[in-house]
C-alpha cells in the first residue's frame, strides 16, 4: 500500500513539474547563420524600436523603450569595444547622412558603402520594462525582447539573426530554471541584467558576433 501511494506521488509531481515548465518557458529562438563568409567589418546601426514601424504603443512604454535603445546601444558598444573590424555608427552620424533611401536594405547598403563594410548589424529593440520592486521582493518582473540581423552587403543575404524574448520569472514560477535562477544569485534582475545576458546568449551563437572571451 506503501508503495502504490508513493507511486501515485511521484507521478502527480511530475505531472506537476511538466506542467509549470512548459506553461511557463521563456521563449528564445537561437541565433542562426550562414558559415564561411569572409567578413571585412561589420557597421553597426543604432537600436531601432517597434515604433519606428508604426506599431501603436502606450506612451509610458514608448518611454521605457527609448531608455532601453540607450542602454542596449551601450552594451553593443561594451560587446564589440575590443574589435577593430567593427564600426558603429550613432544617430547623429546617421543624421548626417544625406539622402540615406527608406527602403531597409538599400539604407543598409549605402552606410556599410560610406563605411567600406561588407555587412551591417540591425537591431530593434521590441520590449524594455524594468522590474518594479527591489532585488529579493518584486511587484513585476524584467521583460526584454530584442531581435537582429547581420546583412551582408551588397548582396542583401542575412548570415545571422536571433531573437531574445524574456520575462523573468521565480523559481516556483519555473523550476525547469533552477540553473539560471542560481547564476542570478535567486534574485530579481533589472532590465539592463536581463538584456546584457540576452544579447551575450544570441551573439554567442552567431560566430561573427561572439566575442573572443
Known sequence: M?????????????????????????????????????????????????????????????????????VLNELLKQHFISRPDVR????????????????????ARVVADRLSCNTVLETTLRRYRDRVGGKYSAKDPASVAFD??????????????GTFDEVQQSVMENLFNFKTATERGFTWVT??????EGLRARFSECPYLADDE
Open 191 to 196: 532590465a539592463e541584467q536581463l538584456m546584457r
Open 148 to 161: 537582429f540581423r547581420l546583412i551582408a552587403i551588397p548582396e542583401g543575404t542575412v548570415l545571422c539573426s
Open 88 to 107: 558603429l555608427v550613432s544617430d547623429g552620424q546617421i543624421s548626417g547622412m544625406e539622402n540615406l533611401p527608406a527602403q531597409p536594405l538599400a539604407r
Open 2 to 70: 506503501f508503495s502504490i501511494l508513493r507511486t501515485l506521488t511521484l507521478v502527480m509531481l511530475s505531472l506537476l513539474l511538466l506542467s509549470v515548465g512548459c506553461s511557463q518557458k521563456t521563449v528564445t529562438s537561437p541565433a542562426s547563420h550562414v558559415p564561411d563568409y569572409a567578413v571585412t567589418c561589420i557597421g553597426v546601426l543604432p537600436v531601432a524600436t517597434a515604433d519606428n514601424f508604426d506599431e501603436i504603443i502606450p506612451a509610458a512604454e514608448k518611454k521605457q523603450l527609448q531608455n532601453g535603445v540607450h
